[in-house]
């Protein structure tokens, strides 16, 4: 009896192709930085809702736990945490927008080079307005926690 | 296969899965969510800062803010929309990294489970603190 062909999965990169930006382009990276700061945020939170919990045990553990995160270390840890919730909170809007279709422009006959009529300078802007948010809430979450 | 049964045998696939909530209503969910999210964390970013920094993370401080009813529905506000937004962004990256029904329904079933057990957790710390 013949066996039954399963599908070839050959052609799966998986996770180790989600995460080589190597061939991107701008939209492409910005769609990979969405889904790392995603993730990164996530875990974030869960550690962030563990280690407001310890309250309810008192004092001396709030205070402890504190010890642990109020460092150079932890402050730059919530600088990174800045930067990306500004960024997946900018680029969102801007791909809750290109969902809805505004900013794509539109369709045209695709012509030599072969640019993509989608990747125009309004996502292009949506993509560099994300980054300098990101960057300028960076430097203001160092002023508070270092106090510059 | 005819134009007639193929429609069938999507039908049934349909009937089958027991579709609760179509995928665009959960994407319009994530937006929203999302949305709602960037709010309402900006309304407790702004209340931590209303005091010095290294003040507003004293105990009492703490204790007093979650006395507050305005204050303790912001948070649990953010632990839902936070909850559902990141937990159905997980579920969407592990659907696009495989698809097949029994992942599907594994990845549902975990990343619902996580939600509501954090969402329980965090829920579990608002009511006890305010109890403090």
């Known amino acids: 009896m013949k066996e039954i062909e399963r599908p070839s999965r050959n052609n799966l990169e998986g996770i180790g192709g989600w995460l080589n930006p190597s061939r991107y382009g701008w939209e492409r990276i910005s769609y990979w930085f969405q889904r790392l700061t995603g993730v990164f945020l996530l875990i974030y939170f869960i550690g962030h809702v563990y280690e407001t919990s310890t309250i309810v045990n008192g004092q001396n553990a709030w205070d402890s736990f504190l010890e642990l995160t109020q460092t150079v270390w932890g402050h730059l840890f919530l600088i990174m945490v800045i930067g990306a919730s500004t960024f997946h909170s900018a680029n969102g809007i801007r791909l809750i927008f290109t969902h809805a279709g505004i900013g794509l422009g539109t369709p045209g006959r695709p012509d030599y080079p072969y640019n993509p009529a989608s990747l125009n300078y309004r996502q292009k802007s949506g993509i560099w307005i994300a980054l300098i948010l990101a960057a300028a809430a960076m430097f203001y979450g160092f002023n508070v926690l270092f106090g510059v | ?132």
């Not at chain 2, 005819?2 to 045998?9: A, G, P």
């Not at chain 2, 970013?45 to 803010?65: D, G, K, T």
């Not at chain 2, 997980?90 to 996580?114: A, C, D, F, H, K």
């Open chain 2, 1 to 132: 296969m005819d134009l007639m049964s193929c429609l069938e045998c999507n039908e049934s696939i349909k009937m089958t899965s027991r579709t609760i909530l179509k995928e665009s209503q959960i994407m319009k969910i994530h937006y929203i969510t999302g949305i709602a999210a960037v709010f309402v964390v900006a309304l407790h970013i702004m209340m931590r800062l209303v005091v010095p920094f290294e003040q507003s993370l004293e105990y009492n401080y703490i204790i007093a803010n979650y006395k507050n009813i305005v204050y303790v529905l912001i948070l649990e506000a953010i632990l839902v929309l936070i909850s559902v937004h990141g937990f159905n962004g997980i579920r969407i990256i592990l659907l696009e990294l495989r698809q097949s029904r029994p992942w599907e329904n594994m990845v549902t079933v975990v990343t619902i489970s996580s939600m509501i057990g954090l969402i329980a957790y965090g829920t579990r710390t608002i009511i006890v603190a305010n109890g403090l």
